[in-house]
């Protein structure tokens, strides 16, 4: 699956994406293969072999550029039907001759079939690309099942790296073994049809199934239809036809170098004995009598030493000559050289061979390049259609291509879009809560509601104005900047919401905007949290631990949004007041608990003590707490640090946030009476005491406090 693919990707380190007719080179092949059978556990010629077996009608049939070629290597020279699996193995050359005139830069293996004295078949396997050979038998054997009806094994004989000057590197010979499983009545290759009306039905078979082709594209796949027409029924065509030869050839030697304008007939030693007419236009050297004909011209396929033994071998391969430039007149050194396309064939009573070829040519730029035209080909040659046909194929191609890098560049555009909004959504969420962020987004107004229970903390430095009047401003800023850095990772550790900062006073809201059950239990475990952090930033004035006022109370409260213009989501209600309130009547690096605050985290496994009755502005007399630590967890749970280390006894050390208790007086004169605050971002439905981190730290806000 994609997930799979992703994976392979990044394991193997290639790049993210492949684009069609693209040539890459084979190292990134390898690494994937080789990451694949990590995945699947397979060995790395198992996986090829395996992955080709079932990808056969893509591998083999996709890259095609026509229809016509789909059958190609199923087609005898005279058009019948290769029905045997020699046959079927001669012919993959000419679909690879094929395929470069659309993939220029495709660099093809070759193949060459022979029968061995004790009547083995051999399939050899030559290519410069190693260690891509297992996927042959992966194919052979799926079109053998397929077509053919024969379960066929393929075995390595040898496999050898030969270094010769044809480049080619690998050379591994397979044993190919038949077996068949399901007998087919076939037609003895001697024996004629019973009359005429027989072979004119073989005919119209097979014609019918050619025009059934476009009947029902969508019916049947394009390797059903290949099937379709090789596998004819009863017997093939050769079985019912035996042709007729003239007892001369009624041809003079000028007709036929003018109506095969390209080709060669060469003896076994390469001298030239006869060459077309516009051949020797091109190469006038061939007008030299007695010239050998790898003295102006080197084979490019297949890769093989240019002698009559080696042409042998590889008789029933197509053939690619490419002229020496070094041997053109000088005018021409400087336009692209002339290469032949052909088969060779070889003539036994003169001990000749002819080489019938075309110009190999892709498209009329090409053409135009090697200063030749198209009445050059003769009108029988197919060449004519094909390089007007390849041309149209050749915009397809170049046109695809286009838009596969457009969507490339999207699709990278759209991952960086992604990139974009994602840090975006993760600023806007740090300053709204989540659900607010999307109502304004969209574009609706966040109706206001009421909470009926919260708890809000507020907390402010001590002599605060006294330092800001003995310092530079940087220094305050910094400051500032480190303790609040500190508090910002607690509200995260402790899911709880930063809702506002205004000089040196920070609050915070639990259970505001996604009401929890747990909201004063993590307020408490955020202030001393906030004492600890603390005492690790210093007074720029005197170089000593800042110090720090608390204070929490726990009541109802309304929320709702205020404001069209960087609008806020604020908080009304006496509870912020009095939480204010707590703070400031609070002393030094003391956490000042309310009442109702003190009845929430009542039994929740807090040590709490009184301080007693206390005036408290605007409130009257109240009766009010210092919260000292908590009881279950230890000071790394509440900061959200790493368990400590085991002492050497193998028990846990747990070092308890606590407090020495300091003389208690009423103190502080700060009238913060706040009526509205902005409220808590999300918060998760856990009751612990130790609570999980949110995705992202909450950061600092700008939001406002109505005092």
């Keep these: 699956g994609e997930e799979t693919w992703e994976k392979l990707k990044t394991s193997a380190e290639v790049q993210d994406a492949f684009m069609t ?122 079109v053998a099942k397929d077509f053919f009806d024969i379960d066929v094994t393929m075995d390595i004989l040898s496999m050898n790296k030969e270094e010769e000057r044809t480049g080619k590197k690998e050379h591994v010979v397979f044993l190919v073994v038949q077996k068949s499983h399901r007998q087919r009545e076939r037609a003895r290759p001697n024996r004629l049809l019973d009359n005429q009306d027989a072979l004119e039905g073989a005919f119209l078979r097979m014609k019918g199934k050619y025009l059934g082709v476009s009947v029902c594209p969508v019916k049947k796949s394009h390797w059903e239809v290949v099937r379709s027409i090789v596998t004819c029924g009863k017997g093939h065509l050769v079985n019912t036809f035996v042709p007729v030869y003239p007892e001369r050839l009624w041809i003079e030697q000028k007709t036929f170098c003018n109506a095969f304008p390209f080709h060669i007939v060469f003896d076994e030693s390469l001298r030239v004995k006869q060459a077309g007419v516009n051949i020797q236009k091109y190469v006038p050297g061939l007008q030299t009598q007695k010239i050998r004909l790898d003295e102006y011209f080197s084979i490019i396929h297949p890769q093989v030493t240019f002698n009559i033994f080696s042409i042998c071998k590889f008789i029933n391969s197509q053939f690619v000559l490419k002229a020496r430039r070094e041997r053109m007149p000088q005018a021409w050194k400087s336009q692209p050289a002339l290469k032949l ?31 030749m035209h198209l009445s050059d080909i003769a009108p029988h040659d197919t060449t004519r259609d094909l390089v007007l046909l390849n041309q149209q194929r050749l915009a397809e191609i170049e046109l695809s291509n286009q838009l596969e890098r457009k969507k490339e560049e999207l699709r990278v555009l759209s991952k960086h879009l992604a990139i974009e909004k994602k840090k ?53 800023v910094n400051m500032l900047n480190s303790m609040y850095s500190k508090f910002d990772r607690l509200t995260s550790v402790h899911e709880v919401y930063k809702v506002e900062t205004i000089g040196d006073a920070y609050m915070v809201v639990g259970g505001v905007p996604v009401p929890i059950g747990s909201h004063a239990q993590r307020v408490a475990n955020f202030a001393l949290g906030m004492r600890i952090s603390a005492k690790e930033v210093m007074n ?69 003590i009184e301080r007693g009755e206390i005036e408290v502005k605007g409130k009257g007399k109240m009766t009010t707490y210092f919260l000292i630590r908590n009881l279950h967890a230890s000071e790394d749970e509440i900061m959200g640090r790493p368990q400590s280390l085991l002492d050497h006894k193998g028990k846990h050390k747990r070092e308890v946030a606590t407090q020495s208790s300091d003389e208690m007086t009423p103190g502080g004169s700060s009238e913060a009476g706040q009526g509205s605050v902005e409220a808590a971002d999300r918060q998760r439905s856990s009751d612990q005491t130790e609570t999980p981190h949110f995705p992202n730290d909450a950061l600092p806000s700008g939001f406002c406090a109505l005092l």
Aim: aromatic content about 6%.
């Design 424 to 476: 975006t959504e993760t600023l806007l969420y740090a300053m709204l809560p989540e659900h607010v962020a999307n109502q304004l987004k969209e574009g609706k107004k966040v109706a206001a509601g009421e909470f009926k229970t919260c708890t809000i903390l507020f907390s402010d430095v001590v002599t605060f104005t006294n330092i800001c009047a003995a310092c530079h401003p940087i220094q305050i």
């Design 21 to 142: 007719y693209t040539v890459y080179d084979d190292v990134i092949t390898i690494k994937l293969i080789q990451e694949a059978c990590k995945v699947l556990g397979k060995s790395e010629e198992g996986n090829l072999k395996h992955t080709h077996t079932h990808t056969h009608t893509h591998t083999s049939l996709s890259l095609s550029p026509y229809p016509s070629i789909h059958l190609s290597i199923y087609l005898n020279r005279d058009g019948s039907c290769a029905l045997t699996m020699v046959d079927f193995l001669i012919h993959p050359q000419r679909l690879h001759s094929v395929l470069p005139l659309s993939i220029s830069e495709m660099n093809a293996p070759s193949f060459r079939v022979e029968r061995g004295a004790d009547g083995r078949m051999l399939l050899h396997y030559y290519s410069d690309r190693s260690g891509l050979c297992h996927i042959v038998p992966g194919i052979i054997e799926a």
């Design 341 to 371: 396309r052909g088969q060779m064939i070889w003539m036994e009573s003169v001990r000749c061979m002819i080489y019938l070829c075309s110009p190999k040519l892709r498209s009329l730029q090409e053409l135009e390049e090697r200063r």
């Design 540 to 608: 720029p004035v005197t170089g000593e631990p800042i110090q720090i006022r608390v204070g929490i109370h726990t009541g109802p409260v309304l929320a709702g949004v205020v404001g069209d213009k960087m609008p806020r989501y604020c908080l009304f209600g006496d509870t912020v007041n009095t939480a204010s309130r707590m703070e400031s009547h609070g002393l030094p690096n003391k956490v000042h608990v309310s009442p109702t605050a003190y009845r929430a985290l009542e039994n929740q496994g807090f040590e709490i």
